[in-house]
């Protein structure tokens, strides 16, 4: 059971991350396409956004490990 809910969380976790960055990206292209000049502190600040919303799924793999360890 706890590899079940260990690969549900990684998952869910990677589907949201998935979503996220989908929203970051397609976000800043279109201020990218809105103001073009921008285009330098847009994509800086969407690089930041992105390496955020990747450490959710790594916190995931590390709590599912250590959950299957118990």
Same mark, same amino acid.
């Given at each position: 059971m706890g590899i079940l809910?260990? #690969?549900?969380? /990684?998952?869910?976790a990677a589907l949201g991350a998935g979503i996220g960055n989908g929203l970051i990206v397609g976000r800043t292209v279109e201020g990218i396409a809105r103001q073009p000049e921008?285009?330098? !502190? !847009?994509? $800086? $600040?969407?690089?930041?956004?992105?390496?955020? /919303?990747?450490a !959710?799924?790594?916190? #995931? /793999?590390?709590?599912?490990?250590?959950? !299957?360890g118990r």
């Open positions: 809910a260990a #690969a549900i969380a /990684v998952g869910l921008a285009r330098g !502190l !847009l994509q $800086t $600040t969407m690089f930041i956004g992105i390496g955020l /919303v990747e !959710l799924p790594i916190i #995931a /793999v590390v709590i599912a490990f250590i959950a !299957l």
